[in-house]
């Protein structure tokens, strides 16, 4: 088979799949955000890259700096800072790229301790990435540095990352990275990619190769062993063409190969949980010019069972391997990878670079879009001074303070309650609570909003209970009561006297509050609104 420069096509041997595509290099679609940092924006010198504030990113937290002495071991100006978050359970920061969901990108999170606070003991919390766990951060010493890598497709526009106490310290973060990719490079059936290991074999610079290098800004850790025989080619004037997963070509450049003085090549991981699926990626380019009597040819086994073969590296042109599948542990948490060169080999395998993930479950559905974009414009519209980050309704344990919602094992969840009393608001209803389809319960009572009751109250065809007194609002009351059984609001009677609607018939009151029979929700719901318990039952 023939394979052409720039056309992508893929040859699949089971569930193997071996692309090809060239595509340039810039920063657009980058979130570079240096955390706790109190400067404007600034290029990073080693590697170009714009890092900006977190301001815009989050709203809770304190900025610190490591101590002096860690400073002068790093030379990363993103680690000099940390946002710290001493208070609350779980905070989180807000990502909207410019490419909106089902696109794949490479989030990262990176820490260093520091002795920020002059404890001298790093602590120890959970990173979640919308309402599903991601992982836990632990600290070793107070230098060190951690980053925790993962590929996900959003199914919203936002993406939220959250660092949650889970009572062994304070959380906090240095750096946070968003990175587009090519929507048809990592792809697993379900669920995101957790990094585990990112291995550039054969280089000679004891330094990670990341941007500009690379135009996905992975991080490529060096690794070089005295087992196996390094490699490299001297480009000059040529380049290793590259494929859709755009490993750069300082990272291709190097190899590791079997020694003579070892049978086989390989290389296992232990300690593996035996009920995951690991992903690897393997990348190879011929980096040598044969002779007419040299030929390079191997298999690649996992666990004993033959996983891609054979395979003939192409000169100074990238080949990547992969299964969409994944590949579990044996039973005492083992993966074991060889290379083994085939008996019409003259030469033993090479392998340039390596990438391990293990899969992550983030099937749980986030807020219904809608909703989620609706209260983020009713907080913004009345600047609500309360703990509103992250998914409004998941997980149910960080529930939004005021907010209930409805849970629908197959469908994403829905807002159906919305308590915003004594909150302070002011100005008129604001008409995003137009989009909460679904309310049932709405309490904006005892504020300081004006204007007309609107007319789009009416249109919530689920709404049930409506809590306006205690405001400066005017009538005449749309007609919401008309048509609907069971419904119950409580108005200032500067609302009510306008009103053109008239009380259930037989009922007579002095206040402005009526209530109709048959009350009952119909969506299942547990769940604290504004202090109090609702107990919704089908």
């Not at 890092?51 to 900025?63: C, K, M, P």
């Not at 790093?122 to 919308?130: E, I, K």
């Not at 380019?285 to 298999?299: D, I, M, S």
């Not at 809608?370 to 309360?386: C, F, G, M, N, W």
Request: aromatic content about 12%.
């Amino acid at each position: 088979m023939v394979v052409t420069k720039h056309l992508l096509f893929a040859i699949v041997q089971g569930a193997l799949c071996l692309t090809i595509l060239v595509q340039a290099q810039n920063q657009t679609g980058f979130i570079s955000i240096d955390c706790g940092t109190t400067g404007s924006r600034y290029t990073d010198d080693k590697t170009g890259i714009t890092y900006v504030s977190d301001t815009d990113f989050i709203e809770s937290g304190e900025n610190r700096e490591i101590l002096p002495a860690y400073k002068a071991q790093i030379d990363e100006q993103q680690f000099w800072n940390v946002r710290s978050f001493p208070e609350q359970i779980r905070n989180c920061y807000t990502l909207k790229p410019s490419q909106g969901n089902e696109t794949r990108y490479l989030i990262r999170a990176r820490f260093m301790y520091g002795n920020y606070d002059n404890k001298g003991v790093g602590p120890a919390f959970d990173l979640h990435l919308g309402a599903d766990f991601w992982d836990t951060v632990k600290f070793k010493d107070a230098s060190s540095t951690i980053s925790k890598e993962i590929i996900h497709v959003p199914s919203s526009d936002h993406i939220h990352v959250c660092l949650v106490n889970t009572g062994r310290g304070t959380p906090f973060i240095s750096v946070l990275e968003l990175r587009p990719l090519e929507n048809d490079t990592y792809v697993s059936e379900t669920g995101s990619l957790q990094l585990l290991q990112r291995y550039d074999f054969g280089s000679t610079i004891d330094q990670v190769m990341r941007y500009k290098d690379d135009a996905y800004d992975r991080l490529w850790s060096p690794f070089d062993t005295i087992v196996w025989k390094p490699l490299s080619a001297s480009l000059m004037n040529d380049t290793i063409s590259e494929n859709s997963f755009n490993v750069p070509s300082t990272v291709m450049s190097t190899a590791s190969t079997k020694n003579r003085s070892i049978g086989f090549m390989g290389i296992h991981w232990e300690s593996l949980n035996t009920s995951t699926r690991y992903f690897f990626y393997m990348h190879f380019a011929e980096l040598e010019k044969l002779r007419r009597n040299e030929y390079r040819e191997f298999n690649i086994s996992i666990n004993g069972n033959l996983w891609y073969g054979a395979l003939v590296p192409e000169y100074l042109s990238t080949i990547t391997i992969f299964s969409v599948h994944g590949t579990k542990p044996d039973s005492e948490g083992k993966i074991t990878v060889w290379f083994n060169n085939t008996e019409n080999s003259t030469l033993p395998p090479l392998v340039n670079a390596l990438e391990v993930y293990q899969l992550k479950d983030t099937s749980v559905q986030e807020t219904y879009q809608t909703d989620a974009d609706a209260i983020l414009k009713i907080k913004s519209a009345y600047e609500v001074k309360r703990n509103w980050q992250g998914d409004p309704c998941l997980p149910i344990a960080y529930l939004w303070d005021g907010i209930g919602c409805s849970y629908d094992g197959n469908n994403p969840p829905r807002i159906i309650s919305l308590n915003l009393s004594s909150s302070g608001l002011k100005g008129e209803i604001s008409p995003f609570i137009a989009d909460l389809t679904m309310l049932q319960y709405l309490d904006l009572s005892n504020n300081s909003l004006t204007g007309t009751v609107p007319e789009f109250l009416a249109q919530l065809s689920f709404l049930r209970v409506l809590n306006l007194r205690g405001n400066n609002l005017m009538g005449p009351l749309p007609d919401i009561k008309g048509s609907k059984d069971g419904f119950t609001f409580s108005v200032d009677n500067n609302v009510s006297r306008n009103q053109t609607a008239s009380p259930p018939t037989g009922e007579t009151s002095s206040s402005p509050e009526y209530s109709f029979k048959n009350y009952n929700f119909l969506i299942p719901l547990i769940a604290s609104v504004g202090g109090f318990l609702l107990n919704f039952v089908a």
